[in-house]
């Protein structure tokens, strides 16, 4: 037969599948997309030349480190769940006569035109907004004129190179599956049923106690190094918990419902309760990942939001003043020679347009004190007399005029003055904190599109099922409406589930988000934790838009 | 005492493309007697499952009335619709249409439930119902766990639980093998002898000759009438083989 034969066969499956393939389409377009612009970034020299340019750099490795391993694990994810809807298909193929090698060739043809077209879409659409978010990063960073988007032929090679890479193992998979079913399994395959749960009590229990102790540890942990290094371990045994809770803790709580004869048999719970229980059991897994995906979002911008709008904070921990000049203490001289540094300054400054504000009090022993005694090194701070003060005015002036204030400063004693100014670790600051939020921003993002495509294919396939029971209820002498609503209802309880859990596991995390931001000296405990809130709460409105927009569409798909 | 009437039933369908309107039941009249065990027998696409859906108010005719019990499905509000239905038919079908996500026994209280009967008077009722239909071991396994011919029979008992006045069964034995068929008419039998009326429609002789009249449709239109009367079941059997063939060229079902 000719090839042109399962080409358009291909390109009929594809078309007709359009509401499976179109998500995975989107998914790995977007994949490919930020892949493609991070590497950009990565690549480019003339972030490479900016002041912190390596930093950001060398952060954006560590991303694209943690987004392949990412993508390795969602495409395949979408893609078992693509396969498995389609196995009937496959199977019709056998039975009507199609040998497995031609069913192979439909599927590899299939996935070259999917996953072709969503790379070339990756690309392009990362090569246009490549600019847009280039501009975004430089006005947070709030540095570096003279940078500019350019598309590197290595990143160019390097997505064609990873994504190709993952394309051709899912083949690889999905022709694997074909040849390993046969068509009798195929058309018996859809339809499994559930196998009876064990251990249900004890494992249940034991996810509450791994849940328990993760809050615990979250909670009590005090030091900045211990809560660093606890929360990986931390994060992990929430996992765990999570999946257990989802997987057997639901079931539980359901079946003793169940069994609970005057609760149970009741129009409003009859149903709902059946049909949760039936639901929650084939989506378990995929709404722990969701409740996963959700908090990991949620901590991570959190987190990036804290560090950026806590810099300032940050800053002041170890610049009480924005410039300060130490002279060695001699007695009446130190006063003399202070006086004329500070009308030195207060001149200077006029002339670039700078005002400057005194500090009055800093006492040598604040400075020692501990946060601030790095900046002053071995120097004994009672040997000194300090003249501390904030500037205000346009950012510009302000490097070459503390340049030349500190060239003109008068002298006293042997040693000189020491000084610290806040201007160069600003700069730095934003460049770390900024390229950080930045980074997380653009992580949440990736995680949410993923969260909201898990979302819609769980939706899509419960769609599916739900349509025949909605029939078959309305025979049994059920109305319209109230089918509608116990379905909607339970639709609700299932989306809203992860979305709770997510907002306890960020709850209870944010104690130890608040000393582990303490290492990165964030001591402001309520900049943590407003952004927290805030996230959460974007996240909820979020959250909620994306399961109705979703509902929405996939029925009115299926009705058509 | 006449329980059903359909009065001048007819339904057509437009078609999906330029709208040319075709009609799969035509001025349908016939009466069901309470007690009556009524088959309805035609080819594939005469008219059956348009004509029981009619009956079973889970569609509306286009013109004509049905009648159960003296009331009039057309005078009942839309909103009161699916209480009446479940109050006073029970239903079976070819594809026995169980839900997936309820044990058999919660399968079958389904209707009960929904008329909020007491937790004490489902178990009455599930009981001996059960057990006549040979369900007892199977009540705590879901649909998926047990054969076809024991998932109709739980469709059954679901659509026998609230004592309808009239059960309706379209091609039941359908999807089943011979002995489940024999099975599952002979129960059909018993309790049309302790007084169930029940229609039926089936395009096969043999399903037929469990009842004790059956119509004839073809085209949307009641051909005729045959009364079983006295006569044993293969006698009539035989009939209905020569009727339809005769009535039908051949489009009946022998099986
Ligand atoms: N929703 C519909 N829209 C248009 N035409 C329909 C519709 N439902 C049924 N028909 C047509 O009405 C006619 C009667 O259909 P019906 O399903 O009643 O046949 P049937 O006697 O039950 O056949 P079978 O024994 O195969 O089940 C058929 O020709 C069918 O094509
Ligand atoms: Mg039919």
């Known amino acids: 037969m000719a090839n042109g034969f399962y080409w358009k066969l291909a390109v009929h499956n594809v078309k007709n599948n359009r509401v499976m393939y179109g998500p995975y389409f989107f998914a790995s377009t977007v994949m490919s997309a930020v892949y493609f612009i991070i590497l950009n970034v990565v690549f480019n020299r003339s972030i490479a030349n900016m002041s912190y340019g390596a930093t950001i750099q060398a952060m954006f490795t560590l991303g694209i480190v943690v987004m392949t391993l990412f993508a390795i694990g969602y495409i395949f994810y979408i893609n078992g769940f693509l396969i498995r809807r389609r196995k009937k298909e496959f199977a019709l193929y056998g039975i009507l006569g199609l040998e497995k090698r031609h069913v192979l060739r439909i599927i590899i043809w299939e996935n070259v035109i999917v996953n072709g077209c969503s790379l070339i879409a990756g690309l392009l659409s990362g090569a246009v907004l490549g600019k847009l978010v280039m501009f975004c990063l430089l006005r947070v960073l709030s540095t570096a004129p003279g940078s500019y988007y350019q598309i590197s032929l290595p990143a160019l090679l390097l997505t064609c190179f990873t994504f190709g890479i993952i394309f051709i193992a899912t083949t690889c998979y999905n022709a694997l599956q074909v040849h390993l079913a046969r068509p009798v399994d195929l058309l018996h395959g859809a339809k499994k049923g559930e196998k009876k749960l064990r251990g249900v009590i004890p494992l249940s229990l034991l996810g509450l106690l791994i849940l328990a102790f993760a809050y615990i540890l979250a909670i009590v942990v005090e030091s900045p190094g211990i809560a660093i290094s606890l929360f990986w371990p931390d994060v992990i045994l929430v996992i765990i918990a999570t999946w257990l809770l989802f997987v057997v803790g639901c079931y539980f709580v359901l079946s003793r419902l169940q069994k609970n004869k005057k609760f149970y048999y009741r129009p409003e719970n009859f149903i709902t309760v059946s049909g949760l229980l039936h639901r929650l059991r084939r989506n378990a897994s995929g709404l722990a990942n969701i409740c996963i995906l959700s908090t990991m979002v949620i901590v991570t911008v959190s987190c990036c939001t804290a560090l950026f709008f806590g810099q300032e904070s940050i800053l002041r921990q170890w610049h009480p003043a924005d410039v300060i000049i130490g002279f060695v203490d001699q007695g009446e001289t130190a006063a003399q020679v202070m006086q004329q540094a500070w009308q030195l300054s207060e001149e200077t400054a006029a002339q670039s347009g700078l005002q400057l504000t005194l500090v009055e009090q800093l006492t040598p022993s604040e400075l020692t004190s501990t946060h601030y005694s790095g900046i002053f090194g071995e120097h004994q701070s009672s040997d000194y007399s300090y003249l501390a003060f904030n500037v205000q005015g346009n950012s510009e002036e302000i490097t070459p005029w503390l340049a030349n204030l500190l060239s003109q400063l008068p002298k006293t004693g042997s040693s000189g003055y020491i000084y610290s100014e806040i201007f160069s670790e600003r700069a730095e600051s934003y460049a770390l904190y900024g390229g950080l939020l930045f980074l997380g921003v653009f992580f949440a993002l990736l995680f949410l599109t993923n969260t909201v495509l898990i979302i819609y294919f769980r939706q899509v396939s419960e769609s599916y099922d739900d349509r025949r029971r909605f029939v078959i209820m309305q025979q049994v002498g059920m109305d319209d409406q109230a089918v509608k609503q116990t379905i909607q209802r339970q639709i609700r309880t299932v989306f809203l589930l992860p979305l709770l859990g997510a907002l306890l596991h960020a709850a209870a995390a944010s104690p130890m988000l608040i000393t582990m931001l303490e290492a990165f000296q964030l001591y402001n405990s309520w900049v943590t934790l407003a952004c927290v809130a805030g996230t959460g709460l974007a996240f909820i409105v979020f959250y909620l838009l994306v399961c109705k927009l979703t509902a929405r569409t996939c029925y009115s798909m299926l009705k058509c | 005492m006449v329980l059903l009437q359909a009065v001048d039933l007819v ?203 059956v119509l004839f449709i073809q085209d949307g239109r009641l051909l005729t009438e045959i009364y079983r009367g006295d006569e044993p079941r293969r006698a009539f059997f035989d009939r209905l083989v020569n009727a339809s063939s005769s009535l039908m060229d051949g489009g009946a079902n022998v099986g």
């Open chain 2, 11 to 213: 339904k057509t369908y437009s078609g999906r493309l330029g709208g040319r309107r075709y009609s799969a039941l035509d001025k349908v009249n016939f009466q069901v007697e309470q007690g009556e065990f009524t088959a309805v027998m035609g080819a594939s696409g005469s008219g059956k499952t348009t004509l029981l859906n009619l009956l079973a108010s889970l569609d509306k005719p286009s013109q004509g009335d049905v009648i159960l019990n003296g009331q009039s499905f057309r005078s009942i509000d839309e909103r009161r619709l699916a209480a009446f239905r479940r109050q006073n038919l029970g239903f079976v079908f070819q594809d026995y249409n169980l839900l997936d996500t309820f044990t058999v026994r919660d399968n079958i209280l389904l209707p009960l439930v929904l008329n909020r009967a007491a937790v004490e008077d489902m178990e009455k009722r599930l009981i001996p119902l059960a057990s006549r239909l040979g369900l007892e071991s199977l009540l705590d396994k879901f649909p998926y766990e047990i054969s076809g011919g024991e998932q109709q029979r739980t469709a059954v008992a679901r659509a026998m639980i609230t004592n309808p006045k009239l059960l309706l069964a379209d091609e039941p034995t359908g999807a089943l093998d011979s002995r489940s068929s024999a099975n599952l008419l002979d129960i059909f039998s018993e309790f049309n002898a302790q007084g169930q009326t029940i229609v039926m429609v089936t395009h096969s002789a043999f399903a037929a000759s469990f009842s004790s009249r």
